[in-house]
T-cell receptor, first 111, second 114 residues
Framework: AQSVSQHNHHVILSEAASLELGCNYS??????LFWYVQYPGQHLQLLLK??????LVKGIKGFEAEFIKSKFSFNLRKPSVQWSDTAEYFC?????????FGTGTSLTVIP | EAQVTQNPRYLITVTGKKLTVTCSQN?????MSWYRQDPGLGLRQIYY???????DKGDVPEGYKVSRKEKRNFPLILESPSPNQTSLYFC?????????????FGSGTQLSVL
């Protein structure tokens, strides 16, 4: 069965710390990969996406993610987080016209 | 402004009382879908539609119905709501289907079934 695993449920960081959120998926075919962000009280927004080509993709607000096919992973990174990055982050995999979302990681950045 | 509009934002109802959550997009998107978001479970797809009059079950379709009579509208129908359908629901759309396209999300509908 298709699944998406996010290893960190809650992450608390100080401003300027580096961030890495793990995402692993299981899917038998070709996939497209996404990270979405949900700021408090808002709907989900796309951070970045990978369809093909360079496995290191850059998104908005300084976020990037690396697709490692051999590890079925698509980890999200940011070198220096800000208080405004406090949000919930969802990894998603698209395959066969369906999206599969991870359970989300709640990030709190302390000023 | 391009957007996905859901109504209502908040809804409290009782078990068994039929309800409809509306979803409308003004971007002429072909693909629309419904998700529910639950703590610890993330987002799970309920139903999706590739185009008018074409709907398919997602991962958790039990207890829900949808229709796609017009391109812009994709209502979610709960014929006989139960407390386990208390959740935060999101509608989403994309131009031609999820492949190679990002999803545009509505603001969500918080449903409580008593």
């Amino acid at each position: 069965a298709q699944s998406v695993s996010q290893h960190n449920h809650h992450v608390i960081l100080s401003e300027a710390a580096s961030l890495e959120l793990g995402c692993n998926y299981s899917y038998g075919g070709t996939v497209n990969l996404f990270w979405y962000v949900q700021y408090p009280g808002q709907h989900l927004q796309l951070l970045l996406k990978y369809f093909s080509g360079d496995p290191l993709v850059k998104g908005i607000k300084g976020f990037e993610a690396e697709f490692i096919k051999s590890k079925f992973s698509f980890n999200l990174r940011k070198p220096s987080v800000q208080w405004s990055d406090t949000a919930e982050y969802f990894c998603a995999v698209e395959g066969g016209n369906q999206f599969y979302f991870g359970t989300g990681t709640s990030l709190t950045v302390i000023p | 402004e391009a957007q996905v509009t859901q109504n209502p934002r908040y809804l409290i109802t009782v078990t068994g009382k039929k309800l409809t959550v509306t979803c409308s997009q003004n971007m002429n998107h072909e693909y629309m879908s419904w998700y529910r978001q639950d703590p610890g479970l993330g987002l799970r797809q309920i139903y999706y539609s590739m185009n008018v009059e074409v709907t398919d079950k997602g991962d958790v379709p039990e207890g829900y119905k949808v229709s796609r009579k017009e391109k812009r509208n994709f209502p979610l129908i709960l014929e006989s709501p139960s407390p386990n359908q208390t959740s935060l629901y999101f509608c989403a759309s994309s131009p031609r289907g999820p492949t190679n396209e990002k999803l545009f999300f509505g603001s969500g509908t918080q449903l409580s079934v008593l």
